[in-house]
């Protein structure tokens, strides 16, 4: 199974940015890094995960609920995705993670947890003043 590590959580004010990191353990692909597609998952206190931002594997587009206010990256060189969190809002407190999936093509997958096979432990943000 593909080991994630998530980081760059933490508590924020309103207004403030955020930038989580998501690496990928070498010793763990089956596959090579540039052939998974991931998405940045949250889920808040007495509510159900959902999907923030999800990056196809060839990083030719991105869905989600934040696309707009938040962006997506993927570095092949450094096996690590990102997701740039800005103008954050009390209602993005919640637990981020991330996840990775792979089809053996290149698909755009919605971004839903069921489509994703492999999470990391994740991290927490916290909005507030």
């Known amino acids: 199974q593909l080991q994630l590590v998530e980081s760059g959580g933490g508590l924020v004010q309103p207004g403030g940015s955020l930038r989580l990191s998501c690496t990928a353990s070498?010793?763990?692909?089956?596959?090579?890094?540039?052939?998974?597609?991931f998405g940045w998952f949250r889920q808040a206190p007495g509510k159900e995960r959902e999907g923030v931002l999800c990056?196809?594997?060839?990083?030719?587009n991105t869905n989600g609920a934040e696309k707009g206010r938040f962006t997506i990256s993927k570095d092949n060189a450094k096996n690590t995705v990102y997701l740039q969190m800005n103008n954050l809002k009390p209602e993005d407190t919640a637990v981020y993670y991330c996840?990775?999936?792979?089809?053996?093509?290149?698909?755009?997958?919605?971004?839903?947890?069921?489509?994703?096979?492999?999470w990391g432990q994740g991290t927490q943000v916290t909005v507030s003043s």
């Open positions: 070498e010793h763990t692909l089956e596959h090579t890094f540039e052939g998974y597609r």
């Open positions: 996840a990775a999936g792979y089809d053996g093509i290149v698909l755009f997958r919605p971004c839903e947890a069921s489509y994703f096979s492999d």
């Open positions: 990056i196809k594997s060839d990083s030719s």
